[in-house]
């Protein structure tokens, strides 16, 4: 089976499943097979785990609302914010005022 190395992408053969160190960096890779294949480490029996979504197994980082995108106005790049007032735009570095969240009380020294 020819496997790609997770660090370098270098392709390389194995004989099966297993842990393989990657003949040109020698990063340990683990090589499992892919679900529904046949042999051990495939899929798991149906009903052996619990469904998602299943009660008493709430995701507690989903919520009802996807937080929304903004819009940099200075360079108009848009990226996706909490509920902060205020915003660090990751392309220019520029504050953008969200509307949400409560803006921080600056300190003076």
């Known amino acids: 089976m020819i496997v ?4 370098c992408r270098t ?3 194995v004989p099966g499943e297993g842990r393989f160190a ?3 960096c020698g990063s340990v890779n683990m090589v499992r097979s892919r ?9 798991p029996p149906p009903g052996s785990m619990p469904p998602t979504g299943a009660p008493g197994h709430a ?5 009802d609302q996807p937080s929304p995108r903004i819009q940099c106005p200075e360079c108009e790049f ?7 007032a205020v915003a660090i735009c990751p392309m220019c570095s520029a ?15």
């Open 22 to 24: 990657c003949p040109v």
């Open 59 to 63: 995701d507690p980082t989903l919520t």
């Open 78 to 84: 848009t990226f996706i914010v909490g509920d902060i």
């Open 35 to 43: 679900p529904g294949a046949p042999g051990p480490g495939g899929a």
């Open 4 to 7: 790609r190395c997770g660090a």
């Open 95 to 109: 504050e953008v005022p969200t509307g949400r969240g409560q803006p921080e009380e600056k300190k003076d020294e």
């Open 11 to 13: 392709q390389f053969d």
